[in-house]
């Protein structure tokens, strides 16, 4: 049974929850296909830099490597993907009991990000949306989303971090606090891990830096907050 308070407690408690099986595997499977059949004919961006964050973006300056489908990306080709990330806001407003609203930003409302084997990956960032929905579509014993977790207490003298890995589960959604904790995609080794990424915002807050696009999608270094 989907248990709604579960979710609503790890969402706060722990800044993430996993929705397993929102999506049949063979549905996922077909989309995969899909996917590379894109990649396949270079009708998608390939993201590879490294040491480019600043303050501005919320990014310590790590590697990626992935390709890249922006909104448009998936309009054309995965429709179906545009329909599930608006079929699912309710679902995530009740989650994290907030007035959840898509994204008014085309490019990144709804991407893609599919790591090759041998070492796509994601450097550690936070995300500037407010919540943050990713949905995988493949099943992966590797490049875990690892995620560091500010923990504090009365009881301790000082504020530690806990660690959480979250391995790619096909059809699962997680949902996560992405402006509250710094994470990262572990680089692959021998599998391809596809995630979806679902941009929300909060009604009254859809900030996103001006940058934040071009260092994304294009590499290009953004500025330093002032
Ligand atoms: O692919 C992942 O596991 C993480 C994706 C992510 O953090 C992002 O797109 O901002
Ligand atoms: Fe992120």
Known sequence: MFDLRKHQYNYFYD????????????????????????????????VKHKALGTNAVSDLGGEYDHHIFKGDDIRAHLPELNVIYHAVLPLISVITC???VVSPYPVSDINIKA?????????????????????FL????????RMQIERSHPSKKDPWIETRKIY?????????QGRKTLHDSEPTSTEQKLTVVYNYYERHD????????????????????A
Do not use: Q, S, W
């Not at 493949?138 to 989303?145: H, S």
């Not at 996103?208 to 500025?223: A, M, N, Q, S």
């Open 15 to 46: 800044l993430v929850t996993v929705v397993e099986n929102l999506i049949p595997e063979y549905i996922c499977d077909r989309l995969a296909a899909r996917v590379n059949g894109v990649i396949a004919e270079d009708l998608v961006d390939h």
């Open 115 to 135: 790591y090759p084997p041998g070492g796509g990956t994601l450097g550690l960032h936070y995300d500037t949306n407010g919540i943050t929905v990713l949905l």
């Open 138 to 145: 493949t099943d992966n014993k590797e490049a875990p989303l």
């Open 98 to 100: 907030a007035d959840a």
């Open 168 to 176: 790619a589960k096909k059809g699962a959604l997680v949902v996560m």
């Open 206 to 225: 859809t900030y996103r830096h001006e940058d934040f696009d071009k260092f994304v999608y294009y590499g290009v270094k953004p500025t330093e907050l």
